[in-house]
């Protein structure tokens, strides 16, 4: 057994803090959680697969904060469950394809989010048209027209980038 699956505390060193930071960085544009970031950097640049409870004491983390963030990784396919050698212990390791990477950040993450804006322009359209006032609502519609045209066009194009990314 490790020092870390024993329960010492190990500090990152630096060069796993700039990289477990270039992908904080990262996901912080995403909108995604901190936690998010700083688990699949460790696990990015870790060169053995590491447990929950490894994850918790490198990054110095919660323990509800690494599963959940395990939890979205491995919704989006970033990260895989390995064989940890006979303990009981579930490990991980990153996927590190960026076509994998990129396809379950399109399928988990935007294609919802299109979904979604679809039916609150359905919505917002029917509020629109109850207003009286006809210069309002012509513009109204006309922005939300425009909105719905940038949907569709992104609604196009994804599966386009997922077939280019061989998802």
């Known amino acids: 057994m490790d020092e870390l699956t024993q329960g010492n505390h190990h500090e990152l060193d630096p060069l796993e803090r700039q990289v477990v930071s270039v992908f904080v960085d990262g996901v912080r544009v995403l909108g995604l959680p ?98 009286e006032d006809p210069a309002r609502r012509k513009f109204l519609n006309e922005r939300l027209e425009r909105l719905e045209t940038w949907i569709t066009s992104s609604g196009r194009i994804l599966p386009v980038l997922q077939k280019i990314l061989g998802q």
């Open 34 to 131: 901190r936690s998010i970031g700083e688990i699949y950097g460790l696990l990015f640049i870790s060169e053995s697969s590491l447990s929950l409870d490894d994850l918790v004491l490198r990054l110095g983390i919660s323990k509800g904060s690494a599963s959940q963030g395990l939890r979205m990784l491995k919704s989006l396919g970033a990260v895989r469950e390995v064989d940890g050698g006979g303990d009981r212990r579930t490990y991980y390791e990153p996927a590190i394809e960026l076509k994998r990477l990129a396809g379950g950040f399109i399928r988990e993450q935007v294609r919802p989010h299109l979904e979604s804006g679809k039916h609150k322009i359905n919505v917002l359209t029917a509020t629109a048209n109850d207003i």
